[in-house]
């Protein structure tokens, strides 16, 4: 398919993308109705998605792959714009973007003779943009997993075997490592518009806060030693799992602002936490890959909201800014558009 694009000449293709409906689903909890249905692009393009938390900080994109090639999925026009001619060289086997904001700039990682390099795309050019000139590779990193990118334009990413985390900044042409722990490097997983960054140890397990505006680590509750954070909204809520020898494992979420933590869900063997910027929490089973989410109509306590569990379940890839939840289910990828209950 990428052959054929690049045939007709088009750099960044648009798709628009069509919606298959299935029946739709009633969550457990009754609060919410969710009528999944398939992404898909006109003339059998798929999209899927791609990163640790893929979606924009609005959630109204979403960042992927179509094929081998990367590509961006916009909500609001329901198109994909394909990049693989804009960030593929002639030795490229594959590509995929990994973030986007919500300018449109583009990270990721191409596929190139002796490994892979990350790239960054600025909305509207037709160019990926040079690292600073202190980073002597070709583009950004070489070998290097580009996680998160904000409407700041702040990059984190961690360079290969998880040696170490960096942050760049294309705006002010700056490149550096994030400072290490005292015992361990880590893994930077997010950042948002505000410059907190939060990740996890490698030597030593546990969660990292970074505050780079500040320049300086933030301490967590002495509960959350041993937690997991995996991803942080516009509003400095961040979320991950944590555990305790009497109550078993569970999925929390700490507000950098108000300091206050909040249990979710117990017994729950959990992997890819994110939250969307309204503070919608979604999950996923380690063993039935079952996606899940947390928070009720009336925003005034968090519920378990599970989907059906299901053996086709695949990776989850998170929650849109419409408070959608996107899944691999069957090989494919699928969306399930909730509509509140609230009342009833």
Known sequence: MRN?????????????????????????????IYRPSLVKAVGGVSFTPAGTNPFSPNGLRVAGRSGDQAAVYDLRSKTVTLLGSLVDTVNTSFSYATDVNDLGDAIGVRNVEGGYQGWFLPAGSTKVMAAAADVKVSMIYNNVSLTSINN??????????????????????????????PNSTWLAHAINTAGLIVG????????????????????????LASATVRDVNEKGLVVGTAYDAVRGGYVFSYSVRTKKVKRLAGSYGLDRQMVSKTGIIVGSDWSTKQPLVWK???????TALGLPSDEKFGVLYGVDGRGAIWAEYGGQTVRWQRTPRCGT
Not at 203 to 208: A, I, Q
């Open 152 to 181: 700041a334009k702040q990059i984190v990413g961690n360079e290969s075997w998880g040696s170490q985390s960096f942050l760049w900044d294309p705006v002010s042409g700056t490149s550096s490592h994030l400072p290490l722990l």
């Open 200 to 223: 996890s140890g490698v030597d030593v397990s546990g969660p990292v806060l970074y505050d780079s505006a500040a320049q300086r680590f933030i301490d967590l509750p002495s509960s």
């Open 296 to 302: 009720d109509c009336a925003k005034t306590r968090f």
């Open 4 to 32: 054929i694009v690049r045939r007709l000449g088009l750099s960044a293709a648009v798709i628009a993308v069509s919606a298959t409906l299935f029946a739709p689903q009633v969550a457990s909890a009754a609060s919410y």
